[in-house]
């Protein structure tokens, strides 16, 4: 199989992170506490660290909150019902956003009132129109800004430096959903003007399954939505205090967590972007010269990596995947990829989505050659 | 190290587990979808597959809604949050309960509105008093039921059929908390009336961390309080209709869900429990013949399996976990367990909790053995 659908999940992970989670599920894999044996303390210990590695990989202090959930989309959850919004609060998102914000948000308008608004675009080169952000900005003031780093449907690199340097001449609380950059492109916490960053374990960090989490790096104040035990102050009825435990609810997955602790120790961010970004200029003049496809490429290569969408004239997205899959044994995604405002944008709706390449550590010139013949033959 | 913390998480799993979990995060660990590619469309038939399982495991018919959370905490937390309150409603739950509930619950009071009581206990025997509940449900009719099936506190099996026999003449909502019973106490999910069924996929089941959910055995109509991504009807702001991927959000840990089917493929819950039933007598025996200890055990041996609790003259519960463990090597949980209600029938605040020795499968006469003659070298 040729497995082009990394943006839905990096696949295959390093050995390391297979080795490390076998190893844990045999020999640790218990309930993690401070106070009690002493696996129970290393599985503690392990926690801290790898929570210290993420702040390293954002370059944030050791005293911002490094808060570890079960998924990104958790994290989102706990991030936006914690967020004490006001009636009418102006909240701004990127189109690109994915449906872990996008609903969240839309759950948030309907039980809270606050009010949703999309970012800007301009509609010839689907970037963010910074000028006219400046004017939403000042019509209608944010009290928060939500924004992808990287679009899991078209790959474009968000200008979110600028969009939370403007977000924050009006105090707003700025967040960044990293889940398709963090270890992919370089975050400095401090130079993006993020307060929170909520991140993927199983993505572009090259984790597993089941850790994700936020860091609240603007040390924002946030209540709590989603509760539940926490092996600490049991007899209390409210979440312990603490800018950690009061949002990590339930028994930690220490499985999980020291696959990410392999991550991150074997991740080489700029080797990889490099990497990507070549495989990734590769792909795009190879679909290029495919006939009847139409690309959904951010113009400036510079804001572009790892993921290439596309329609083909008179064929549905998912006929197209189905094809890749059957025949040509490549593993790609189709559809609308979670992402539920940009496709009015892009026009795709009629081939029900796009067809999405995704590219990982994992592949090379081979694979995207396969994929380009593949597509050549399809449309014979 | 004699592992004896089985109630936290029960450790080692079987070999089948592991196995399994490597062997899928090596070849499999992707993102389910049905419409995608093959091994895309092979993760949804392990997920339709294990939901099967636990359908078969409670004796619930194939229309009962099985939601996959990341934890059981999870699942409570879309289970108390998603049942649509009226200000005012009457919500009993049993003072063995654990925070995952009582905490939820505690929050849904503080922004629902709803009142919570503790379900009357009989202060000598400890156990639930179903004639004093009776009055207490004709005083204040319940809305909502919830009851944990296993003390994780004392390994107490809780009379939930009678009390939800009690409940449904109210039509109030029953809820079973099955995370220490759930494949090794028997549950008839017909027989004994609940209408959710939560559960825990890494305790008394013996899958790994990272998988929990519900059965929603009544069809109780649930709202939203947890929202994201799931794959399909990507265009809509709110979780698409259907009584599972409604309250299934984000990514699938198909790793988990691979070990929890290797669970229940090797699961025998009538071998477990029997052998269990020997093993909690002989530790109750054998604690019983150590001069100075207190064991919170019920008084009826058939309504007990797993869990001992008991306390030190003039210890502290917590030095006496740190002595087993430095000196001896014995993990056991001390302190309370996440279970806020009880420790004041129980009287062992002054011992800053109770010790907790709790069983697994791979517990055997020795190590029970062993635990004792440590305490008697520990109270000499």
């Not at 993690?32 to 954002?58: H, P, Q, V």
């Not at 993006?192 to 790096?217: Q, T, W």
């Amino acid at each position: 199989m040729i497995y082009l659908d990394n943006a839905a999940t990096t696949f295959p992970k390093p050995e390391t992170v297979y080795k490390t989670m076998d190893d844990t599920n045999r020999n640790a894999a218990i309930n993690a506490g401070r106070g009690a044996y002493r696996l129970a303390r290393e599985a503690s210990k392990l926690i801290f660290d790898t929570k210290n590695m993420i702040r390293k990989l954002i370059h944030a202090d050791s005293s911002a909150a490094v808060v570890f959930t079960p998924s990104i989309t958790i994290a989102l959850n706990e991030i936006i019902n914690g967020i004490e919004w006001n009636k009418g609060d102006c909240v701004y998102v990127s189109p690109y956003d994915h449906n872990a914000v996008a609903r969240t948000l839309h759950l948030a308008e309907q039980k809270q009132g606050i009010k949703v608004y999309l970012l800007p675009i301009d509609t010839d080169t689907y970037e963010i129109d910074i000028e006219k952000t400046k004017y939403e900005f000042s019509r209608n003031k944010p009290r928060a800004v939500f924004c992808t780093h990287v679009s899991n449907v078209t790959g474009y690199i968000l200008p979110v430096i600028e969009l939370f340097e403007e977000a924050k001449k009006y105090d707003a609380i700025t967040v960044l959903d990293s889940a398709q950059s963090l270890g992919l492109v370089e975050i400095d916490s401090k130079q993006m003007k993020a307060d929170i960053i909520a991140f993927a374990g199983h993505k572009s960090l090259y984790g597993p399954f089941g850790i994700g989490g936020f860091v609240n790096v603007g040390n924002i104040i946030l209540g709590v939505s989603i509760v539940g035990g926490t092996g600490s102050d049991s007899l209390n009825l409210n979440m312990p205090e603490g800018n950690e435990s009061k949002y990590e609810s339930a028994s930690m997955n220490i499985v999980a967590i020291s696959g990410l602790y392999a991550a991150l120790q074997s991740l080489n961010q700029k080797e990889i972007y490099e990497r990507e970004k070549l495989l990734t200029r590769y792909l795009v003049n190879k679909l290029e010269s495919v006939k009847g496809l139409k690309l959904f490429v951010p113009t400036n290569p510079d804001k572009h990596i790892g993921i290439v969408s596309f329609t083909i004239n008179n064929m549905n997205s998912e006929d197209v995947g189905i094809i890749l899959d059957e025949e040509f044994d490549i593993a790609v995604r189709t559809g609308y990829h979670c992402a539920p405002y940009i496709h009015e944008f892009l026009g795709d709706c009629t081939f029900n989505g796009t067809v999405r390449v995704s590219l990982g550590i994992n592949n090379d010139y081979a694979d995207i050659d396969r994929l380009a013949e593949a597509l050549n033959e399809v449309l014979v």
